[in-house]
């Protein structure tokens, strides 16, 4: 209800979720049914992820328990899932018979409440601006899912999702934000890549984005996710669920 969604339309963005990360899913109107009733008391991992991803929220903010922990889940062709044993790891730059090698495992767990900061210049008005969003940052081994906190914008209106994967210290991934439809901008949507350093420390990363403007001209620029809140909790939320300062 609070994504405007019907059952229907919410299973097609769990599948949609799935596909864009290369995890493809058999979400259908009656497993949400089966949630929504309590029977699935703990999605499987590859359905927690997509919950998560589409929704903006940890797995236990959605009435769940915490997920089957182990390995992936691949399709038995008949509409069944089977756990698969989680990869092994080898070391780094040894390739395997089966391909090359894994990318390294993140080196801490990057979930919570971030500050997200990026500049931009805009020709229209002349001048270098700031955009900054609280946002919750959800890991699923080196595959980190952000989503900007309903209120937790500078600039009203303009929800903020990123998709990123660590590799090491190195986190990469896509960014889409949709600006306000009575903002400056009228209601685009802009979208681009994004690359970023993670400090020693664990709390801080910073890069640059690339992306078109106004113009269709490439753009870049910093950007940086600096740490705020470990915690997922609702309480947690509310608290950063406000503009930034």
């Known amino acids: 209800m609070g994504l405007l969604m019907s059952q229907d339309d919410f299973a097609r963005a769990i599948r949609d979720s799935g596909r864009r990360v290369g995890q493809p899913n058999e979400a259908n109107k009656r497993l949400v049914q089966r949630w929504e009733a309590g029977v699935i008391a703990a999605p499987r991992p590859l359905y927690a992820r997509a919950l998560e991803s589409v929704t903006g929220l940890p797995i236990e903010s959605l009435g769940f328990s915490a997920a089957v922990p182990l390995g992936r889940l691949s399709s038995d062709g008949n509409g069944g899932h089977d756990i698969e044993p989680a990869a092994v790891s080898t070391p780094e730059g040894v390739a395997s018979a089966a391909g090359p090698a894994p990318q390294s495992s993140p080196r801490a767990n990057y979930s919570g409440v971030w500050l997200s900061r990026y500049e931009f210049y805009s020709s229209g008005r002349d001048t270098s601006l700031v955009g900054q969003h609280f946002v919750i940052v959800l890991q699923h081994g080196n595959r980190l899912t ?47 890549a994004v690359q970023m350093l993670v400090e020693p420390t664990g709390r801080r990363m910073a890069g640059k984005w690339i992306g078109f403007g106004k113009d269709m001209d490439i753009n870049t620029g910093p950007w940086e996710l600096v740490f705020r809140d470990a915690s997922t909790t609702q309480t947690t939320l509310n608290q950063y669920n406000v503009p930034p300062q």
């Open 146 to 192: 952000v989503r900007s906190l309903p209120n937790g914008s500078s600039n009203p209106a303009s929800p903020l999702t990123m998709d990123l994967t660590v590799d090491g210290s190195v986190v990469t991934g896509t960014w889409v934000e949709q600006t306000a439809e009575d903002g400056y901008y009228r209601g685009a949507r802009y979208h681009g």
